[in-house]
Nanobody, 126 residues
Framework: QVQLVESGGGLVQPGGSLRLSCAASGFPLDYKAIGWFRQAPGKEREAVSCIRTSDSLTYYADSVKGRFTISRDNAKNTVYLQMNSLKPEDPAVYYC???????????????????WGQGTQVTVSS
């Protein structure tokens, strides 16, 4: 089972940046995709950005395209989410999740992810 630990959340002013990290541990490290999801109070959890490990295919929600970038460091077993130009609608608990079962073209489907981290809070406020 993959264990995922998120870090990097915090308070930032509108227009600011944060980089979230998702460190994966456990054996075997055979995840097919890693995704970042978020859930704001009173809202459903939504996919933010995901990456397929076989070919680095990525997915971005329309609301974050051009502002967020997902990347991975295989040597560190870590996936990052660089968040720039943060907006008042971005605050949420951000979760990292792994699909350890199969490769998929539909990276944004939450039910395909079977391991989840505990989440990290992102707050955008002046």
């Amino acid at each position: 089972q993959v264990q995922l630990v998120e870090s990097g959340g915090g308070l930032v002013q509108p227009g600011g940046s944060l980089r979230l990290s998702c460190a994966a541990s456990g054996f075997p490290l055979d995840y097919k995709a890693i995704g970042w999801f978020r859930q704001a109070p009173g809202k459903e959890r939504e996919a933010v950005s995901c990456i397929r490990t076989s070919d680095s295919l990525t997915y971005y929600a329309d609301s974050v395209k051009g502002r967020f970038t997902i990347s991975r460091d295989n040597a560190k077993n870590t996936v990052y989410l660089q968040m720039n130009s943060l907006k008042p609608e971005d605050p949420a608990v951000y979760y990292c999740a792994a699909n350890t079962q199969y490769y998929s073209d539909y990276l944004f489907l939450q039910y395909e992810y079977d391991d989840w981290g505990q989440g990290t809070q992102v707050t955008v406020s002046s």
